[in-house]
Nanobody, 124 residues
Framework: QVQLVESGGGLVQTGGSLRLSCVILGHPAHNPPMGWFRQAPGKEREFVGHISALGASTYYADFVKGRFIITRDNAKNTVYLQMNSLTLEDTAVYYC?????????????????WGQGTQVTVSS
């Protein structure tokens, strides 16, 4: 059974940093391509970024470029989302997701498995 276990969310002031972790358990590919999404209250889930299976390629939404960095440690089956220079608009539940074989990286429907989500709250 595939499980994605997230951690690292919390409360941070504007301008601060957080690092989210996502441990991948039981996936047949062991280390699939992974995405990060977020969902704020009353809004649709939106793409944050993506990392390839070996970590050689990363893609980011325009609103996080230069602030967020996605990395992975395949020996630990873990993907990270380092978030810097956080703003109030970054407040959301953040999800990691394992990508399937079809679709594009930007749409939630392209991902087969999802973590439970971790709350990130940025305060002024």
């Amino acid at each position: 059974q595939v499980q994605l276990v997230e951690s690292g969310g919390g409360l941070v002031q504007t301008g601060g940093s957080l690092r989210l972790s996502c441990v991948i358990l039981g996936h047949p590919a062991h280390n699939p391509p992974m995405g990060w999404f977020r969902q704020a209250p009353g809004k649709e889930r939106e793409f944050v970024g993506h990392i390839s299976a070996l970590g050689a390629s990363t893609y980011y939404a325009d609103f996080v470029k230069g602030r967020f960095i996605i990395t992975r440690d395949n020996a630990k089956n873990t993907v990270y989302l380092q978030m810097n220079s956080l703003t109030l608009e970054d407040t959301a539940v953040y999800y990691c997701a394992a990508r399937g074989s079809g679709g594009n990286i930007y749409t939630p429907q392209s991902y087969d498995y999802w973590g439970q989500g971790t709350q990130v709250t940025v305060s002024s």
